[in-house]
């Protein structure tokens, strides 16, 4: 081989190098979970979309039976789902060195704040940090609500008998009855979750579409 063609090929060996480097991370911001091809087909052209995940909205109609979902957080409280029935509900799957979890935590500290005198509730669920990790990453964002230490998995069990929860970060909204509403894949937006959580809190306690 001459100089001339080791230069290209040393060349288009970096350019290839580089693309799959870029395509990784990518990846990387949309979920903590790099193959996409097991995603549910009910994600796919339904609901809300934005340019970070994917979201589908269920029918008052159509939601399943309210989700019992309880827990204790980092802090040591129990926490239970139920206790909120009459309001709505956030809930996140996160872990700390998650980057899409950093990306989104902004999004989520301020919708917590603006919708907290509207009846909103946030709760995260995190099945892989201990406590000195979490509460690290609760500080660094400023997070006003708790997170279910939920190392044997039970809080994720409760939902995955209702919609699936195949990513890190996935946020589930549920109704004031506690029935899940909706749901996004990948990073929450804070555009695409306020309009969620509009819909959801605009609905009228008890009817049905």
């Known amino acids: ?41 009910d994600v796919v052209g339904q609901g809300y979309e934005s340019g970070d995940g994917s979201a589908k909205v269920w029918s008052e109609a159509d939601r399943s039976e309210p989700v019992e979902l309880a827990g204790t957080d980092f802090a040591g409280e129990a926490q239970d789902v139920a206790a909120w029935r009459g309001d709505v509900v956030v ?37 892989t940090d201990d406590a000195g990790a979490a509460e690290a990453f609760q500080r660094t964002f400023g997070v006003p609500y708790p997170s279910i230490a939920d190392t044997d998995g039970t809080a994720i069990a409760a939902l995955q008998g209702t ?43 008890g009817a049905t579409t």
């Open 1 to 41: 081989m001459t100089s001339r063609a080791a230069g290209r090929a040393g060349r288009g060996a970096r350019a290839a190098a580089g693309a799959a480097g870029l395509v990784l991370a990518l990846g990387l911001l949309g979920a903590c979970t790099p193959d996409d091809t097991n995603a549910p087909d």
């Open 163 to 205: 919609v699936p929860v195949q990513a890190v970060p996935t946020t589930v909204v549920l109704d004031r009855e506690g029935r899940v509403a909706a749901r996004i894949l990948g990073i929450a937006e804070g555009s695409t979750l306020r309009a969620l959580l509009d819909d959801v809190l605009a609905e009228q306690p």
């Open 91 to 127: 809930l996140n799957t996160w872990y700390a060195a998650c980057p899409p979890c950093r990306a989104e935590a902004p999004d989520l500290v301020e919708v917590a704040t603006e919708y907290a005198d509207r009846g909103v509730h946030l709760l995260g669920i995190n099945g």
